[in-house]
């Protein structure tokens, strides 16, 4: 990795409010904030000798992400993810370098992000790496808070898929990657996944691999089409310390009441099945399974034949045994995204 040298060029001189010094901007708002740990990013500023700073594009609590020239003063333009001091990011540029040696002529090649080059901005208390990468167009995100409707239409949610699939079967097949950046050679048990998208297995700790993707975007899928989440995890027992109200009973209640009973050979793999379930594979957390939660009856915007396709399409995502699953090549083969 390079080492990347700071040059000023402070070119902005007005037009713009002064935020008061008191206040708390962006990332300033995290509990563990420290203006020790994030790199003060200024635009104007060039890093590495190439990149001169346009603006920032966002944050997190490990990272802030710029826009950038490249060369200064350039059309070409490319975004920074500039690290805080104290994040190890190793693991993510190990992962890029890894997808340098897999194959490009897959399809989905060209719908997985790469890294352009590294660097790290040598600074007293400690060095912040950075990777440059291209720009991205909107997130899903984005264009949901977008729609007047707060859903996706289908033909914008079906070429949107279709990107996601081709990505997903790249990785799945030709890299061995799960998406949750973890190599894909070997099965995991540790939690995963935000929690309303938790799937069967990594509620259950049962070995998972790549069908965790294949749950993942059948839980995206319908948020973005109906425009609200299909599972929720609110315990109205729950006395969870931070608030959320989320447990992985309450989960797994919603779960049941959307696909019925688990197999009794995925309850037999879990080691937390005995938690929620009987030796018979009955519920007994002590929680009742809500009612009027099958997809049919959640499904608000579609009607006929068309409906029934887009049910099925989510349902083979949606399967208690991961390997009931199925991948990202057969759903890019379904009739509901060809129509």
């Not at 993510?92 to 997808?99: D, G, K, W």
């Not at 993707?213 to 425009?227: H, K, M, Q, S």
């Not at 989440?229 to 992985?248: A, E, R, V």
Request: glycine residues 8%; negative net charge.
């Amino acid at each position: 990795m390079a080492t990347g040298n700071v040059a000023k060029q402070r070119r902005i001189s007005g037009g713009y409010e002064v935020v008061s010094p008191s206040g708390k901007l962006e990332e300033e708002n995290f509990d563990d904030y420290s203006i020790a740990r994030y790199y003060p990013v200024r635009i104007g500023d060039v890093l590495s000798s190439r990149y001169e700073i346009l603006g920032k594009l966002g944050f997190g609590s490990t990272s802030t992400d710029c826009l950038l020239n490249e060369p200064p003063r350039s059309r070409a333009y490319a975004t920074l993810k500039v690290y805080t001091r104290d994040q190890d990011n190793n693991e993510e540029l190990e992962m890029y370098q890894y997808l340098k040696t897999c194959s490009k002529s897959h399809p989905g090649y060209r719908h997985v992000r790469s890294a352009l080059d590294a660097f790290t901005i040598p600074r007293a208390g400690g060095s912040h790496p950075c990777i440059v990468q291209k720009p991205l167009w909107e997130s899903f995100r984005d264009l949901l808070a977008r729609s007047p409707r707060r859903r996706f239409s289908g033909d914008l949610l079906k070429a949107g898929l279709h990107r996601t699939l081709l990505a997903l079967d790249y990785l799945h097949t030709e890299c061995h990657i799960i998406h949750t950046a973890v190599r894909g050679d070997m099965e995991h048990t540790e939690d995963v996944q935000p929690d309303v998208y938790r799937c069967s297995e990594v509620m259950l700790q049962v070995p998972w691999s790549y069908p965790i993707d294949i749950w993942n975007l059948g839980c995206v899928t319908w948020g973005l089409f109906e425009g609200k989440h299909l599972f929720y995890g609110q315990d109205p027992d729950d006395s969870n310390p931070n608030g959320t109200g989320y447990t992985t009973r309450a989960h797994l209640a919603e779960v049941l009441a959307t696909l019925g009973l688990p197999p009794p050979d995925l309850l037999a793999r879990g080691k937390r099945s005995r938690e929620f379930f009987t030796e018979e594979g009955q519920w007994s957390s002590g929680l009742e399974i809500p009612e009027g939660l099958n997809l049919a009856d959640s499904e608000e915007n579609l009607e006929g034949e068309i409906k029934e396709q887009f049910l099925d399409f989510v349902r083979s995502m949606l399967c208690w045994r991961p390997e009931d699953r199925k991948t990202a090549k057969e759903l890019l083969e379904h009739p509901w995204l060809g129509r």
